[in-house]
């Protein structure tokens, strides 16, 4: 390590990285906002998928499209992606967690039982089942609620990877990053959701 | 009979529940768009205000090397066994006529500190640099 009498000899041997100028910044933020103008909605709609509450999804994907700017702006925009559904995936489980918490609090109050995600309500638990006789009738709106109503009832993890693979089209790489886990294990929780969702949904869907 | 009907082919599922889902994105409601929109400008605002981390670091090194540029100032100001106003180490003259020109609350001193701000990072290298002990 070198020796310095003055600071201004020390100044001339760093070879320390320059800052970043503000161009840079524009420039990765003007990009960030190309790829979240371009997932946003589909982010939304796996969100909902997830979590059957559009003010919750909208929550979820507004905080994870926050983080992702704070947190990884700077990082390379092809890790963005991964990135990104790693935060919103987190997000969505802490929401499921507080819910179920919740849910536990509220059955140990005395009084008239809330219904906290509106479950009683929701229109989804309402879908008529899809005549098999009369394929033709099925709408598209009708088939993807059928799709979701079956993708709700699927473990958590299967769930996610089947939304991250088909719907999103992350390849197996970058859907273990999101997950958090092995490829061998995303491979294995989309199979077993590509089959239980094949026998649920049967061949008319 | 309550027989199964036949899955359709892999690739077919896989395709169908692709369409089924790309169309319900694309039906999304004003009003949800609008609010994704909005998401989307808070997000890319807090991009643009904050610093990658190692830029935001030097929220965290200002201080403290201000804190040690002062102690170490006051050290070489006050602390001489000879009671005078000056460093007695040769080569420590030369750091110390640095430090005063960089502390100076007098002549030009907030530019001394702004240039003390802008390269926190390098003085933090260069204390450390020094502190390590004689050339290899």
């Known amino acids: 390590m070198p020796r310095f009498d003055t600071l201004n000899s020390a100044w001339m041997v760093w070879d320390g990285p320059a800052p970043a100028p503000e161009e840079a910044v524009l420039e990765y933020t003007r990009e960030l906002e190309k790829f979240l103008a371009e997932i946003e909605r589909r982010a939304f709609r796996m969100a909902q998928v ?68 509106n479950e009683a309500q929701d229109p989804l638990e309402n879908v008529a089942d899809a005549s098999p006789a009369i394929p033709e009738v099925l709408m598209q709106g009708q088939a993807m609620q059928q799709l979701e109503v079956s993708l709700r009832a699927l473990p958590a993890r299967q769930q996610e990877a089947f939304m991250l693979r088909n719907f999103e089209g992350l390849n197996v790489a970058e859907t273990a990053t999101a997950m958090g886990c092995s490829e061998g294990s995303v491979k294995t929780h989309y199979s077993r959701a590509v089959h239980t969702l094949r026998e649920d949904l049967g061949e008319v869907w | 009979m309550n027989e199964k009907p036949p899955m359709q082919s892999l690739e077919s599922f896989e395709e169908r529940s692709r369409v089924l889902f790309h169309d319900s994105v694309e039906g999304l409601g004003g009003a949800l768009r609008s609010r994704l929109t909005q998401a989307r400008s808070a997000a890319i605002e807090a991009a643009s205000t904050s610093r990658p981390a190692r830029f935001s670091r030097i929220g965290v090194l200002m201080p403290a090397g201000v804190t040690a540029a002062a102690v170490l100032g006051a050290f070489l100001w006050l602390g001489s066994p000879l009671g005078q106003h000056a460093v007695t180490v040769a080569d420590g003259q ?6 005063e020109m960089v502390a100076s609350s007098e002549e030009g001193s907030a530019d001394a500190m702004d240039m003390l701000q802008d390269d926190i990072e390098f003085y933090d290298w260069a204390e450390k640099a020094a502190n390590s002990g004689p050339a290899a």
Request: glycine share 2%; no cysteine; charged share 35%.
């Open chain 1, 50 to 117: 997830a979590l059957r509450d559009p003010d919750d999804a909208m929550d979820a994907v507004q905080d994870a499209m926050l983080k992702l700017a704070r947190n990884y702006a700077s990082r390379p925009s092809a890790e963005w992606r991964p990135l990104f559904y790693r935060i919103l995936e987190n997000g969505i489980r802490d929401l499921q967690r507080r819910r179920s918490v919740r849910k536990r609090f509220m059955a140990w109050l005395p009084g008239p039982k809330e219904d906290p995600d």
């Open chain 2, 94 to 99: 030369s750091n110390f006529e640095d430090l």
